[in-house]
């Protein structure tokens, strides 16, 4: 079993205002040795456990009216995350990630880790992008998002990019009630990504699921399988994260 961490930005009296962009180098300094012990943190516990250990790095900066200036706060922020990031580490082991905001309460004009901002930092320093969709636009989609990456990085990822599909059913009656149901087996690099669907019965044979780094599985009981039939699922499966999304 392995553990991923979050460095938490915030609920700090140094927090208050700004963090990582904060123009009071004191406290700006203070989250930078924040993030780079929390690089250190997340190697042990990679080391601990021998899983990889994922560090989402999340910053609450930003203001509810709109600044004078935009720049600047970024670049700040820029300058935060490239001390962060200069501490030696093991990628292999702790894998960085970035996490951007479009709005959120108090951040209604300004947030400084915008979509564009980290997703162009994400890229082009090898780290991870993550994107939340509950803090997009109502305009805003992931998809959109994604394909800003050129076609260029596509065909590099495809090297090292596969997924294998399993055709399954919807229900226990080999589909006659619901249909068909796919599962989806991402490899990518040292990672393995399991999703289920909506699978509705039983397989024979989970051999295809096993080493799993992350397993997705409905466990909403009624138009898929329930909780007793997912553990039955997880039991055999050699995994280190697991992720359970409930189905209505």
């Not at 260029?152 to 080999?174: M, N, P, S, W």
């Not at 397993?215 to 499966?237: F, H, N, Q, R, S």
Request: aromatic share 10%; proline share 4%.
């Amino acid at each position: 079993m392995g553990i991923d961490f979050n460095p938490t930005f915030f609920y700090h009296e140094k927090a208050a205002k700004l963090t990582l962009s904060s123009p009071d180098e004191e406290i700006r300094r203070f989250w930078i040795r924040h993030g780079q012990a929390c690089i250190r943190i997340s190697r042990y516990f990679a080391e601990e456990l021998g899983q990889s250990c994922v560090m989402n790095i999340w910053i609450p900066d930003g203001y509810k009216d709109i600044p004078a200036a935009r720049l600047g706060p970024r670049a700040r922020f820029k300058d935060s995350l490239d001390q962060i990031l200069s501490i030696p580490y093991d990628c292999s082991k702790v894998y960085v990630c970035l996490e951007s905001k479009v709005f959120g309460i108090g951040l209604e004009s300004y947030t400084v880790g915008s979509s564009e901002f980290c997703l162009n930092y994400a890229a082009k320093n090898g780290i991870i992008s993550l994107m939340d969709n509950g803090r997009y636009h109502p305009t805003e989609v992931v998809s959109d998002k994604l394909q800003t990456i050129t076609p260029e990085d596509f065909r590099a990822l495809a090297k090292d990019f596969k997924v294998t599909c399993i055709e399954t059913y919807h229900d226990h009656h080999q589909g006659s009630h619901r249909g068909k149901n796919t599962i989806h087996i991402v490899d990518f690099e040292n990672l393995k990504v399991v999703h289920m669907g909506d699978i509705g019965c039983m397989m024979d044979d989970v051999s295809k699921l096993k080493n799993c780094d992350v397993l997705m599985i409905p466990i909403g009981g009624y138009y898929t399988i329930d909780t007793k039939e997912a553990l039955k699922y997880i039991e055999p499966v050699s995994y280190t994260h697991l992720t359970l999304p409930t189905k209505a």
